[in-house]
C-alpha cells in the first residue's frame, strides 16, 4: 500500500499515485505545459534584453528568480510539498 501524505493546512490527503495522476491529468498537464513555456519566455525575454543592452542588474535578478521559480514548480514532487508543510510546522 503507497503512503498517504496528510496535509493539515489544505486538509487533504495524498498518495504519489494521486499525484502522479493529476499531473497527468489534462489540467495537470497543461499547467506543466504552460510552465515550460513560461519558462522558455522568460530565458527568450532576458536573452534578448541582455543582447540589446537593455537589462540592468535589478532586471537581471528579477528574470534569475522567475526562471528559478518556472524550473522548481516544472519539476515539482508531492514529497516537495510534504516538506514545505512540515516546514510550517503543518
Known sequence: ???VIKL?????ELTEQDFQTWKRHPVGAIFFK??????ADYREGAAQ???YG???PIQ?????HRIAFCRE????HL????????????
Not at 79 to 90: R, T
Open 54 to 56: 537593455q537589462i540592468d
Open 34 to 39: 504552460w510552465m515550460e513555456d513560461k519558462l
Open 73 to 76: 514548480l516544472g519539476d515539482l
Open 60 to 64: 537581471l535578478q528579477e528574470f534569475k
Open 79 to 90: 514529497s516537495d510539498i510534504k516538506a514545505f508543510y512540515e516546514q510550517q510546522g503543518m
Open 49 to 51: 534584453q541582455i543582447e
Open 8 to 12: 493539515n493546512a489544505p486538509l487533504v
Open 1 to 3: 500500500m503507497s503512503e
